[in-house]
């Protein structure tokens, strides 16, 4: 009878649940950076010390706020000039793009032009009607934007002696009489050429208004010196070897 119990025992044993291991803890997906915000917005962190900036920004002005600070809003700034400095330029290309394409035809390479003025408008006009023939441009708008830069160097030169516009009105000049010694016939060339050079020095005179070779020379002023009678320096006193021994023949 015993043993019959014990392997009743035995059997019981062996049916026993058995228990299963605890699956090891998830481990919670960006700890870190939880851990590093929840630290970054206490007291002296670096998020609480940058929202304390923006706060203060107001009452320090753009002079005393902080460096980062003042360093976002100058490349905001400057970002937002580019920005509307491109979409100006666009307009303004575009404005000007109709404004020469809405110019009348003129007729390059016929001549149009009479008198003095023709021996060197027609040698331009042919001149820019033989090179132009690739560009995407018409011929007539090239005369256009030549006549143009004359007149604006000539006038601009005038007022404002500035020394880029006079550069402009030299180059402008050269490339004039160059067009003439080129498109005019080989016979009446120093001819054409020579009244071109005439007629460019001529508004020379105005276009370089007070343009001179002679070097300047700039006088210096004068120091200004101002004497002040109620401040008084008193000289250093003499050494006892340099004073003078009056009625003694010998020094002490």
């Not at 020469?100 to 008198?115: E, I, K, N």
């Not at 001149?127 to 995407?136: K, T």
């Not at 009678?229 to 009056?246: F, T």
Request: with cysteine; aromatic share 8%; glycine share 6%.
């Amino acid at each position: 009878m015993q043993s019959n119990n014990s392997r009743q025992d035995r059997q019981e044993l062996v049916y026993l649940p058995v228990p299963f291991p605890k699956a090891p803890p998830r481990k919670v997906r960006f700890a870190a950076l939880r851990t590093w915000w929840t630290a970054a917005w206490e007291e002296g962190g670096v998020l609480h010390e940058m929202w304390d900036d923006v706060l203060s920004a107001p009452r320090s002005g753009l002079r005393h706020m902080a460096p980062w600070l003042r360093a976002v809003l100058m490349v905001a700034a400057v970002s937002f000039v580019v920005l509307m400095a491109r979409a100006a330029g666009e307009v303004v290309l575009q404005q000007l793009h109709q404004l020469l394409t809405a110019v009348p035809r003129v007729q390059v390479g016929v001549d149009t032009s009479s008198g003095v003025a023709a021996v060197v408008d027609q040698p331009v006009r042919t001149y820019i009607a033989q090179h132009s023939a690739g560009l995407p441009v018409a011929a007539s708008t090239v005369y256009t934007l030549w006549l143009l830069t004359g007149i604006t160097g000539l006038v601009v030169g005038f007022f404002t002696r500035s020394t880029g516009v006079r550069a402009m009105w030299t180059g402008w000049g050269a490339a004039s009489v160059f067009m003439v010694w080129t498109a005019t016939p080989p016979a009446s060339r120093p001819v054409a050429a020579a009244l071109a050079v005439l007629a460019w020095a001529f508004l020379s005179a105005f276009a370089l208004r007070g343009l001179t070779l002679r070097r300047r020379v700039v006088v210096g002023r004068p120091a200004q010196v101002t004497v002040r009678p109620e401040i008084h320096i008193p000289a250093p006193a003499a050494p006892a070897d340099d004073r003078p021994h009056s009625g003694c023949p010998f020094r002490d």
